[in-house]
């Protein structure tokens, strides 16, 4: 007689925590350090702005203000979120099995099957997470504001209009983005330049020696052969953020960027259930729930480059 093994389990508050994190924090722009995370966000947390004048003066006898101190802020509000989803967990015993006896060139694996079917989902939602980050939008299901929804809502962002970047023109329209960086910016540790995958392909290929101003043999003589790797631009790294739209460009620094989630919340949950044991089939239904969102402090230390 066959056997077969139930695998429902869930995990709630804390204890889901690890899965969530996976899920959530395994993206390419969280993971590469392009965001700053706040992991304990249960509802919502402000961002304070300080802005002030000039605060050097001549001095004198008397107390005299050289400045005023303008405080403003912008508030991180994480969005709920679900997913439920229901696969046949054969073809993915048949994965695992050959995985677990060894036939694998993976050196990390899950402790069990779950862990596996979990491990899964995960991927996907931290792929979603990272189109989110920057072209999400609230109006539409399983999506929060990306960064590039709310830097065009508003007007303190340095805007620069751009156009279809190739390896012919992708010095120019990234030059355009630099020379647009407020200069109290330019030279700062936290910068980064934030291209989608296509801008960044053009400008290892520029790089390469496609472009005009650039030796046929390519800089260092290394022709296409160019490390993917430490890339900069005018001494800006330039960041590859996978969620970025073809075309689109965004410079900040790291550290005012802001992903906000609620790692500890009590209303976090990861449930696996085998429905072997409710209707005798050979599905999983694989439920999560968590929490999330992008923000950021000052617009005026942004600059977005929208294609035309």
Not at 115 to 134: G, P, Q, R, Y
Request: hydrophobic content about 40%.
């Amino acid at each position: 007689m066959a056997t077969t093994t139930s695998i429902t389990t869930t995990y709630a508050g804390e204890k889901a925590q690890g899965y969530i994190a996976a899920a959530l924090l395994s993206g390419n722009t969280i993971e590469n350090g392009g965001i700053t995370v706040k992991p304990n966000v249960k509802k919502s947390e402000v961002l304070k702005k300080i802005a002030t004048g000039d605060l050097i003066a001549d001095g004198t006898c008397d107390f005299t203000a050289t400045s005023s101190v303008t405080l403003t802020e912008r508030i991180l509000t994480p969005k709920e979120f679900q997913v439920n989803l229901e696969l046949c967990k054969t073809p993915f015993r048949a994965d695992w099995d050959s995985i677990s006896m060894g036939f694998s060139a993976f050196d990390s694996l899950p402790p069990d099957f779950q862990s596996f079917l979990v491990a899964h989902v995960a991927e996907k939602v931290a792929t979603k997470i990272e189109n989110n980050i920057w072209q999400g939008a609230d109006g539409t299901e399983g999506e929060f504001d990306g960064l590039v929804a709310l830097a065009t809502a508003d007007a303190t962002v340095v805007d620069v209009v751009g156009t279809s970047i190739t390896s012919a023109n992708v010095i120019g329209e990234i030059g355009k983005v630099v020379d647009a960086i407020p200069p109290a910016l330019y030279g700062s540790p936290e910068l980064k330049i934030y291209v989608a995958q296509n801008v960044y392909r053009s400008y290892v290929r520029s790089l390469g020696g496609f472009a005009s101003n650039v030796g046929s043999n390519g800089v260092n003589g290394q022709g296409t052969n160019q490390s993917l790797g430490d890339v900069m631009f005018d001494g800006v790294p330039v960041f590859v953020a996978n969620g970025l739209a073809n075309n689109y460009i965004v410079a900040a620094e790291s550290s005012n960027l802001f992903f906000g989630t609620g790692l500890l919340s009590d209303e976090n949950e990861v449930k696996v259930l085998d429905m072997a044991d409710l209707d005798g089939s050979q599905n999983v239904r694989i439920i999560m729930r968590f929490t999330a969102t992008v923000q950021y402090a000052f617009g005026a230390e942004i600059v977005l480059y929208t294609p035309a």
